[in-house]
């Protein structure tokens, strides 16, 4: 049997381990969160691809929009196989794809890059030092993402980028046709015109208090953050670290609350 010191210990370490000291989770929490936010992704596309063809006002919208004569024939997810395009819809003589987010509130992940990656993209490589020591200040609570020194100098390179960036992140070269944001606190699939959405964007580069990009009122780019379930025998200050990756990121309650959709539905 265990003593009374022993059963101390134990419980002293159980309550350590649960414990979510400084926001910062224990492994295994954060792999549930990847996971879970890996699987709401994964069933919002599937909710959209078994709910899209019982919405016949919806598709005589996208018909009329995009001029399609044909019937809905049906929808199908494309996995990882089609970038961009999670579903896929097939009419008679057309296809559209269809970007797909879920979100409840704040911020929602665009894509994600490596410094590196990032700045050979958009040939940005004499940023990447500015890029690479905001990301380790940051990660050592050493300041701001952009010093101030720094600002004038992001915002002339990347003010003439800015739909680019934005249209990499959203569409890609399989630019698809829709982007379907998923209000899963109101069950509701707004549909928008992508290809209108980039063209209507505003892509003025700014820099807010913190230091991070702004693009426009609804696109971020900044140091990615968190612990890296696979990463704790990487110091968070190493750029090999993948907190330390770039990610572009949309607000994109505020989105749907100001930018009307083509269509609704409730799912």
């Not at 929490?29 to 709910?51: D, P, Y």
């Not at 040939?123 to 020591?133: A, T, W, Y």
Request: proline share 4%; net charge positive; charged share 20%.
């Amino acid at each position: 049997m265990r003593t009374q010191l022993q059963r101390g210990i134990i419980k002293l370490l159980l309550c350590s381990w649960q414990a979510v000291p400084n926001g910062v989770r224990p492994p295994e929490a954060i792999l549930r969160n990847m996971n879970q936010n890996a699987q709401i992704g994964s069933n919002v596309e599937r909710l959209f691809k078994n709910t899209i063809g019982k919405q016949s006002n919806v598709l005589t919208i996208l018909k009329a929009r995009f001029g399609i004569k044909g019937n809905f024939a049906k929808a199908f997810s494309t996995g990882t196989d089609a970038g961009k395009s999670d579903v896929i819809l097939r009419f008679t003589n057309a296809t559209l794809g269809a970007n797909i987010k879920a979100f409840k509130a704040g911020f929602n992940q665009l894509t994600r890059l490596t410094i590196q990656s990032f700045c050979r993209e958009f040939g940005l490589v004499q940023l990447q030092p500015i890029f690479e020591k905001g990301a380790v200040r940051v990660a050592g609570k050493a300041g701001r993402f952009i010093a101030e020194s720094d600002e004038q100098m992001i915002i002339s390179k990347l003010n003439p980028l800015g739909p680019k960036i934005v249209h990499f992140a959203l569409a890609r070269t399989e630019n698809p046709e829709l982007l379907v944001l998923y209000d899963r606190n109101n069950m509701q699939m707004h549909i928008y015109d992508l290809p209108l959405i980039l063209t209507s964007l505003d892509y003025s580069i700014t820099i807010s208090p913190r230091g991070v990009i702004r693009i426009g009122k609804y696109i971020t780019i900044q140091r990615k953050g968190g612990n890296g379930v696979h990463s704790a025998h990487i110091p968070k200050t190493s750029l090999s670290h993948p907190g330390n990756n770039l990610q572009i990121k949309m607000t994109v309650g505020s989105f749907v609350s100001e930018v009307a959709p083509i269509a609704s539905y409730s799912a």
